[in-house]
């Protein structure tokens, strides 16, 4: 065992990371991933050059999570796909059943079966957007802490004091506003969508749109402002951590007489290792972050695709309301599943602020 | 504040289905035209009310 892989096994084992996997338990994931994972195993594999996970097992669990999620709501599509058939079959009845309140209530009530179908399944995507969301802040909130702490004791003590700060608050704030604002503007959204495609005329379908644009829009300023702010309050805390570093150094190596050169270049070989794990942290969460994303991530491609199928299979049964409103949900679906990536986007961003900062040795 | 969202989402979607159920019984004639502008204009009302909430 080499020096370095000494000073990397006796710091690591100083450190607890039990939050953070933890966290990947309560994610909704097979349990061949939840209980291999450590993030000890993968700083080490990082620090020896070794790939933490095989490419093969990532593509096979890919593969039969996402299938199995077809599987699951192709049961749902087919459910809804014989409804409209009924309802379209009722209306195309009207005159034979000699009374056209009769059959218009039964085409009224086959719709409403159909909105609520429709309605659990998006409502199953947003649930799903939104403790995705709450998870990956648990994450932040569990992991950032840890990397503070590390890039204080690699030199950055003014990065670490200014920047926990800021990115704690802002991750709060982001996090708060995604799952408080945008994400339930988007199911709003969805629900009008809905319930406007039952009636004959259109009333709400525009509102529906707006909303969904409001929240694209929204989520845009609020990666901007967010990524600015971290980004600038990191730049203002370098130039301090620089210097806290050389006077250090300096110190060291001028002020202990005989062995001070000796010191200095074990502090810088110590501070090394230590930043080697501190980025060895972030990767740990960025794979963290990239796991809890997945499996929400799939299941929302898999309904926008049963959306969009079952939108076109409609279309020729003759109901086209309902396939217009299938439409309209595969893309409230879409922009939910756009804000989820995006919020996992920016919080790889925070991580990215967090980690850039290291002073000069 | 989310309450009151949540009550305002509620109003709009009854309104709607209620105005998608009723058509449904509207007698045929001129009347039905009238009818379905009165349902339009109290959806609007209800669409709308978050700005006058606002406002005031």
Known sequence: ?361 | MIESVREWVLSVIILVAAAAFFEGFFPPGGMDRYLKYIFALILLSAVLSPVTLLLT
Do not use: W
């Open chain 1, 1 to 361: 065992m080499t020096d370095y892989e000494s000073v990397f096994r006796s710091q690591l084992a100083e450190m607890n990371f039990s939050g953070m996997e933890e966290i990947l338990k309560a994610a909704d994931l097979p349990p061949e991933i939840t209980q291999s994972f450590s993030v000890k195993e993968i700083i080490l594999h990082m620090i020896s050059g070794d790939t933490a996970v095989s490419q093969e097992k990532i593509f096979t669990i890919i593969k039969a999570l996402f299938f199995g999620e077809m599987k699951e709501f192709a049961s749902l599509a087919a459910e809804l796909i014989c409804i409209c058939i009924i309802a379209g079959l009722l209306s195309s009845f009207t005159a034979s059943f000699g009374s056209g309140t009769a059959s218009g209530m039964s085409s009224m009530i086959c719709s409403f079966t159909a909105a609520g179908i429709c309605l659990t399944a998006f409502y199953q995507v947003y649930q799903l957007a939104v403790e995705s969301v709450s998870l990956m802040t648990a994450l932040m909130g569990v992991s950032l802490p840890v990397i503070f702490a590390v890039t204080a004791v690699s030199g950055g003590a003014a990065s670490a004091a200014v920047l926990s700060s800021v990115i704690s608050a802002a991750v709060t704030a982001f996090s708060s506003f995604v799952r408080c604002i945008l994400m339930p503007a988007v199911f709003v959204s969805g629900i009008f969508t809905v319930a406007d495609s039952i009636g004959r005329r259109s009333y709400i379908k525009k509102t529906a749109a707006f909303l969904r644009s409001a929240a694209l829009f929204g989520m845009g300023g609020a990666i901007t402002v967010f990524t600015g702010l971290s980004a600038i309050q990191g730049i203002m805390t370098k130039s301090a951590d620089d210097l806290l570093m050389k006077t250090a150094r300096y110190s060291i190596d001028n002020l202990i007489p005989f062995v001070g050169g000796f010191a200095a270049d074990s502090l810088e070989m110590v501070v090394t290792c230590i930043r080697s794990i501190r980025g060895g942290i972030g990767i740990a969460g960025v794979i963290l972050l990239i796991l809890l994303l997945a499996g929400p991530l799939l299941k929302s491609v898999c309904v926008i695709l049963i959306f969009r199928l079952t939108s076109l299979v409609l279309e020729p049964a003759g109901n086209g309301a309902m396939s217009d409103c299938m439409g309209d949900l595969a893309s409230a679906a879409c922009v939910l599943t756009a804000l989820l990536f995006l919020s996992s986007i920016m919080f790889i961003l925070f991580f990215a602020c967090v980690l850039r900062f290291a002073p000069s040795l």
